[in-house]
């Protein structure tokens, strides 16, 4: 039985990244994939009501993770719906190359914290194009927004589903992975933007700006952002006073916005308002996103359930027997592989009696998984963003991006392991 979960679970796997050879969706494979490993549990067991109260023990925690990132993806919809984000394109004046690639950058990366890095990345590849008509140039600029991005998301619990699932499990608290995890995400982006601006020398040639630009009105624009901006960041605030989880939080906020939205728009015809509703973003966010990490944790539950992770872990610390070694080789795992299985299942391989919450394991794997995946433009929600929106190609990804993201990843090792030594 476990033998066939595990050869269902690499041959699910391999179909999702294999996703665009193969033509088929990596959310309908991760979907197929958690639903036949359980399936083969099951049926291998005498006690079915024991497996299904397993499934839907886990299913309660995979829940969590998945409303989040409904509420989230949402509110953010319902800002760019109101052009919100139209406010920091229209402060961006500069035509140097270099000042442009130190400002875009470090909007990229707090505002990945803010938001996450999947959806910053959709907005700063839109600014960039509205910013820079030279394709190649602006190449550059996307493959330096990836790498801050995934930086910017590892140091807060909103800014990359991997630090989110840390955060809901209990293995870190918000707090402290912020100021543990900000000075290396940091340096992280901080020396390939040094690297690159020596390199880079000239000025950028600006795209052609639309006429319809700046067509929602300025209240409007700048209300919904403000108001959107505050509703994410009050989450890890309402966690903590409640000790609810933070799916609760960010339903608050979004029933919220959707009526005060509605209010807002209360005068306004139908058809001119249908875009700016909420419902209109639900039908706008990436659903199938969603899916497949409602596949993949479920496949990973699976493995979780049946000891199939715990003997993993025993077999990595008695084989190793080094934590920096282990979670830096689960870092660069993920620019190979997804970094969402790759903690659901050291969630599953390291419990909290072993690692308690805040311990250096989890903060390290927080940073690992959410920095390692820029090596590869495939290794990242963000990096598969930039991917689809602008043709960046796998190899000159490979050639002009890979050797700066890793020199980041690996300054960020050292000045966190550093910093850690001295704090600790």
């Known amino acids: 039985m476990e033998l066939a979960i595990v050869l269902t679970f690499i041959i699910g796997y391999i179909a999702i990244t294999l996703e665009h050879s193969i033509k088929i969706n990596k959310a309908a494979t991760a979907l197929v994939t958690g ?35 409904l509420g989230a993806m949402t509110i953010v919809e319902l800002i760019d719906a109101h052009d919100g984000f139209q406010i920091i394109t229209d402060k961006i004046k500069t035509k140097s190359a270099v000042k442009l690639l130190w400002i875009t950058s470090f909007i990229t990366f707090f505002l990945s914290a803010v938001l996450d890095n999947l959806t910053t990345t959709i907005v700063m590849v839109s600014l960039l194009r509205k910013l820079i008509a030279d394709k190649q140039q602006r190449l550059f600029f996307i493959g330096i927004t990836v790498i801050a991005a995934n930086a910017g998301g590892a140091w807060s619990p909103l800014g990359d589903v991997t630090t989110t699932m840390l955060w809901i499990g209990g293995q870190i608290t918000a ?65 903590t006073i409640t000790h609810l989880p933070p799916f609760m939080a960010i339903m608050l906020g979004l029933g919220l916005m959707w009526i005060i939205t509605e209010i807002l728009h209360s005068t306004r015809d139908t058809a001119d308002k249908d875009s700016l509703t909420v419902v209109y973003a639900l039908r706008k966010i990436d659903t199938p996103s969603i899916l497949f990490f409602l596949g993949i944790l479920i496949s990973i539950s699976a493995l979780q359930a049946t000891g199939q992770l715990a003997q993993l872990a025993q077999w990595l610390s008695s084989t190793i027997k080094n934590d920096t070694i282990i979670v830096t080789a689960i870092g660069l795992l993920s620019a190979v592989v997804d970094n969402v299985p790759l903690v659901a299942a050291s969630q599953g391989m390291y419990g909290l009696e072993q690692y308690p919450t805040d311990h250096f394991f989890w903060e390290f794997l927080a940073y690992a998984t959410g920095t390692g995946g820029s090596a590869l433009i495939i290794g990242s929600a963000a990096g598969v963003a930039a991917m689809g929106m602008e043709k960046v190609t796998f190899f000159w990804y490979l050639k002009k991006i890979t050797w700066l993201a890793l020199v980041g990843y690996f300054s960020g090792i050292l000045i966190y392991l550093l910093q850690y030594r001295l704090m600790h």
């Open 35 to 69: 639903v036949v490993c359980w399936t083969i549990y099951i049926l291998f067991q005498h006690d079915k009501h024991l497996v299904s109260e397993q499934l839907m023990e886990h299913l309660g925690e995979v829940s969590g993770i998945l409303f989040f990132l």
């Open 175 to 239: 707090l402290n992975i912020i100021k543990e995890l900000f000075i290396p995400s940091v340096f992280c982006l901080l020396i390939p933007l040094i690297l690159i601006s020596l390199k880079m020398k000239g000025s950028i040639q600006p795209s052609l700006k639309s006429e319809t630009e700046n067509s929602k009105p300025a209240f409007e624009r700048n209300f919904v952002l403000i108001l959107g901006i505050c509703i994410l960041i009050f989450v890890p605030i309402f966690k």
